[in-house]
C-alpha cells in the first residue's frame, strides 16, 4: 500500500511538472514529464 502512495505520487508530481513546462511553451520538456508521469502509471498497475 504504501508503495502505491509513493509511485502515485511520484507520478502526479511528474505531471504538475508536465504541465508547468507546457504552459512555459516548453513542449519538449513537457513531453518528457509526460512521458514520466506515464510511466509511472505503469509501475503503479505492475505494483501487487
Do not use: D, H, R
Amino acid at each position: 500500500m504504501l508503495e502505491k502512495i509513493i509511485v502515485g505520487a511520484t507520478g502526479l508530481g511528474y505531471l504538475i511538472v508536465c504541465i508547468a513546462q507546457f504552459k512555459k511553451g516548453a513542449t519538449s520538456n513537457a513531453m518528457i514529464w509526460g512521458g514520466y508521469a506515464f510511466a509511472q502509471v505503469g509501475l503503479w498497475l505492475a505494483l501487487k
